[in-house]
């Protein structure tokens, strides 16, 4: 639940707060998770680093939809490129919103997210932020068969 001082500085037409997105990419292949904040500067957030880089994201979607965001980072350097493109599998992706003069607080999170469609070139790296889309999983999850349950089926 975002706080009153977020509440505040969003609905007033002028405001000296400063919102700040952390993003946090994490993988079994890598040895730390990627933290960036969108700022010039780094910033200390529940005692982990996020690294200053610009970055722009579009907030998750609020329909029936499977939540979705879309991100796009300069790949100024292209380490950014490289790591993403060297994983296997799916990356993990935490995004938070916190006030810039309150860092610790989380105001908004949408933690269990993957990072999917990822494209990049000498410039800049795309991808689509997903949340898990609940109605592709099997239900019931598990079924009374002989397998399963052999008493059951005992005659």
Do not use: C, K
């Given at each position: 639940?975002?706080?009153?001082?977020?509440?505040?500085?969003?609905?007033?037409?002028?405001?000296?707060?400063?919102?700040?997105?952390?993003?946090?990419?994490?993988?079994?292949?890598?040895?730390?998770?990627?933290?960036?904040?969108?700022?010039?500067?780094?910033?200390?957030?529940?005692?982990?680093?996020?690294?200053?880089?610009?970055?722009?994201?579009?907030?998750?979607?609020?329909?029936?939809?499977?939540?979705?965001?879309?991100?796009?980072?300069?790949?100024?350097?292209?380490?950014?490129?490289?790591?993403?493109r060297s994983l296997r599998s799916v990356a993990s992706v935490a995004v938070s919103v916190v006030l810039a003069s309150d860092p610790d607080?989380?105001?908004?999170?949408?933690?269990?997210?993957?990072?999917?469609?990822?494209?990049?070139?000498?410039?800049?790296?795309?991808?689509?932020?997903?949340?898990?889309?609940?109605?592709?999983?099997?239900?019931?999850?598990?079924?009374?068969?002989?397998d399963i349950l052999p008493g059951l089926f005992l005659r």
């Amino acid at each position: 639940m975002p706080s009153n001082v977020l509440i505040s500085a969003a609905n007033a037409a002028q405001t000296d707060e400063v919102f700040l997105v952390l993003l946090e990419i994490d993988h079994p292949q890598l040895t730390e998770p990627v933290r960036l904040v969108s700022n010039t500067e780094d910033v200390v957030s529940n005692g982990d680093t996020y690294v200053g880089f610009p970055f722009e994201i579009s907030l998750f979607n609020e329909d029936d939809q499977t939540p979705r965001a879309q991100i796009r980072v300069q790949n100024v350097d292209r380490r950014i490129g490289e790591v993403v493109r060297s994983l296997r599998s799916v990356a993990s992706v935490a995004v938070s919103v916190v006030l810039a003069s309150d860092p610790d607080t989380i105001e908004l999170d949408w933690i269990q997210a993957e990072l999917r469609d990822v494209e990049g070139d000498a410039i800049s790296v795309s991808a689509t932020i997903a949340g898990q889309d609940y109605t592709t999983e099997p239900w019931p999850v598990t079924r009374a068969t002989s397998d399963i349950l052999p008493g059951l089926f005992l005659r």
